[in-house]
């Protein structure tokens, strides 16, 4: 499975490099982006198309991870409770099954024709 996510990786950045070097002249276009809202007016400042994709791309990937993140913190943090209520249900089986000696255990009847 390791070599499989390799490999995908690998085609991935070669597919990448080859959007990028036959769409060279689209991409060094300059592109400027504004926000007008709520009687805010917020402008970008003119950059290369790729700056605004690879910034994209880059924010995607931090929130991504900042998501993951978190959710393994939350199930580390449940499987740490799952794992101390399943020790004292144990525990309380413990304290609760009747003590019983090995002979009670499995009693061996003696047999018939070992008497006579």
């Known amino acids: 499975m390791r070599y499989l996510k390799v490999l995908g990786l690998v085609l991935l950045f070669f597919l ?14 300059e592109l400027s982006l504004s926000l007008s809202a709520f009687g805010v007016h917020i402008q970008m400042p003119a950059t290369p198309y790729y700056i605004t994709i690879l910034s994209s791309f880059l924010v995607g990937a931090v929130l991504c991870t900042l998501y993951f993140f ?5 199930l580390s943090a449940q499987v740490r409770a799952l794992k101390k ?3 004292e249900l144990e525990a309380q089986v413990t304290a609760n099954r009747p003590l019983s000696t090995p002979a009670e255990e499995s ?4 047999d018939a024709d ?3």
């Open 16 to 29: 990448s490099m080859l959007f990028v070097v036959q769409n060279h002249d689209a991409l060094m276009q």
């Open 70 to 74: 978190l959710e393994r913190m939350r």
């Open 85 to 87: 209520q399943v020790a």
């Open 107 to 110: 009693p061996i009847a003696p």
């Open 114 to 116: 070992s008497a006579a």
